[in-house]
């Protein structure tokens, strides 16, 4: 298991690498940009809590399904709670026949939050013990990937005694033939307590918030562009969201029911999964709360007024654990965004690395 002070430095190495070339000028820049339009499809897929860590629950399918039919063609997938069983089946679906979404050989990465158990029996566990984390996929060929460690949200204690803990993170990959464009994912605690002081130390989801905040600002300060999607555990408006929000849009902000929020995407009222209900999607009017987020460098939208868009969908009620039972392939709703966004034209960042392979 990962210690805090492990954890810290590795956030601190994450931040560095980021930081190391940001004054540096991009090979082959010169000041030249170009506009590409990007479209994201997201999703907290509660790979264990709901779907139990298997890979024949449905929801592998359910999210197959939705993204080989989208129009536009997401560019980047995100997902959120995924098991690595399930990362691996869709990770081999996507590429496959018929309708492959992708032709790319190197399209795929997954990074773990939790690591199983290994005196647990096999089998046994979260995600039946496997890892458990997030994933990103990308309709173009992927260059190298970094995860950035985010601000533990448990103490050394809490580790020791084997108590559940994940390292949050966020997980952000390169395009090969675009290489100022990163797409990242992250999924940040529901913690809401003061870390590692309990009493001086500012709320650990804050703290990781703002770490984010500085890897993007990192990437900016490099000449990249980029889009983060994920669970951010945070509605737009709230206040600990402001450190993002002063310098990122939000895809679904210009919902015309409710602006500058969007659709909800997180199940509180389990009555409630229909888009189509009638009702205002405001968390206010239907107690289900906006987390779900695709962000965008205001800056580097090519029209900051209205060149982008996102809309959230039903969550599907065609899963089954026991094979008998359809339930809710999940408690949060999928979450598809376009934006087009202005990005510098380059063939070279300092500090380029060797890609791995798909993992």
């Given at each position: 298991m990962r210690s805090i002070k492990r954890a810290a430095a590795a956030a601190a190495l994450a931040l560095a690498a980021v930081f190391a070339s940001g004054g540096?000028?991009?090979?082959?820049?010169?000041?030249?940009?170009?506009?590409?339009?990007?479209?994201?499809?997201?999703?907290?897929?509660?790979?264990?809590?709901?779907?139990?860590?298997?890979?024949?629950?449905?929801?592998?399918?359910?999210?197959v399904g939705s993204i080989k039919s989208q129009d536009p063609s997401p560019d980047f997938v995100s997902?959120?709670?995924?098991?690595?069983?399930?990362?691996?089946?869709?990770?081999?679906?996507l590429n496959s026949a018929p309708n492959a979404w992708t032709q790319a050989t190197n399209y795929a990465r997954f990074s773990a939050t939790h690591q199983p158990d290994p005196a647990a029996p096999p089998g046994t566990g979260i995600c039946k013990g496997q890892e458990f984390g997030n994933a990103l996929f990308s309709k173009a060929q992927l260059r190298s990937s970094q995860t950035f460690i985010l601000p533990a949200d448990y103490t050394q204690a809490e580790a020791d005694s084997g108590a559940y803990h994940e390292d949050r993170s966020m997980l952000c990959a390169q395009l090969e033939d675009q290489q100022s464009m990163k797409f990242c994912t992250t999924h940040i605690t529901t913690a809401n307590r003061r870390l590692p002081d309990p009493v001086n130390s500012a709320k650990i989801n804050t703290q990781q918030l703002g770490a984010v905040r500085d890897i993007l600002k990192g990437f900016t300060d490099n000449?990249?562009?980029?889009?983060?999607?994920?669970?951010?555990?945070?509605?737009?408006?709230m206040s600990r969201m402001g450190s993002l929000m002063t310098t990122h849009t939000e895809l679904d902000s210009t919902d015309s029911r409710c602006l500058n929020y969007g659709e909800?995407?997180?199940?509180?009222?389990?009555?409630?999964?229909?888009?189509?209900?009638?009702?205002?999607?405001?968390?206010?009017?239907?107690?289900?709360?906006?987390?779900?987020?695709?962000?965008?460098?205001?800056?580097?939208?090519?029209?900051?007024?209205?060149?982008?868009?996102?809309?959230?969908?039903?969550?599907?009620a065609t899963c089954t654990i026991d094979r008998e039972t359809q339930q809710l392939c999940s408690d949060h709703r999928v979450l598809i965004g376009t934006a087009t966004i202005t990005l510098p034209v380059f063939t070279t960042l300092p500090g380029d690395v060797t890609p791995p392979a798909a993992g």
């Open positions: 540096a000028a991009p090979a082959g820049a010169a000041g030249t940009t170009t506009t590409e339009t990007y479209t994201v499809w997201h999703w907290n897929v509660s790979g264990h809590k709901i779907n139990g860590g298997l890979a024949t629950t449905g929801m592998v399918a359910a999210a997902f959120n709670e995924i098991c690595y069983a399930q990362y691996k089946e869709i990770r081999d679906q000449g990249e562009s980029y889009l983060v999607a994920g669970d951010f555990n945070a509605e737009p408006d909800w995407t997180a199940i509180d009222n389990p009555a409630i999964n229909d888009p189509d209900t009638g009702l205002a999607p405001c968390a206010a009017n239907e107690g289900n709360p906006k987390i779900d987020l695709i962000l965008a460098r205001t800056d580097k939208l090519a029209d900051p007024a209205q060149g982008f868009t996102a809309d959230s969908k039903s969550i599907p």
